[in-house]
C-alpha cells in the first residue's frame, strides 16, 4: 500500500474517533444534565480511599484515590451520595459544593464543578471535525 495511502486512511480514522468520541460525551453529559435539574448543596461528610496506581509513567506510581460523601437534603429527606469523580487530594471534610440532582432518582447528582465536561465534549467534536477536513483537502490535494 502507497504510505501517503497509508498515512491518509490512518488520519481519516483517527478524525473520525475524535469525532465519534465528542458526540459520544455530550449525548451522555447532555442526557445525565437533563436528568439532574434540581441544584441543591451538598456536604462532604465521609470518604472513601484506596489504592491504585496512578497513570503517569510506564508502571504508574501507586497512589491512593478518594472520592468524598455528600450529604444534602431533597424534598425534606436527607442523601448520601460519593462524588462522581475519585481524586488524589483529599477532600476536606465539612465542605459545601453546589450539586444537581435527579428529582426521580436522588441519588443520582453531578457536582456543578465537572460541568466542564461539556466544554471537553465540544473540544473532540470540532478537533475531530477539523481533522476530517484537513483529511479530504489533502485528498484532493493529492488525489
Known sequence: MDDNLFLILY?????????????????????KRNRCSVEVIGTIVNMASEKGRSMTGPEGREVTFHQGVYEYEVN?????????VQTTSRPKLGKQRVLFVNPDNPNEIIEKRFITYLPTGLMFLLCGIMWLITIIVAICVYA
Open 11 to 31: 488520519l481519516f480514522v483517527m478524525g473520525l474517533l475524535l469525532f465519534v468520541a465528542g458526540v459520544i460525551l455530550l449525548k451522555f453529559f447532555k442526557k
Open 76 to 84: 425534606g429527606e436527607m442523601y448520601y451520595s460519593p462524588s462522581t
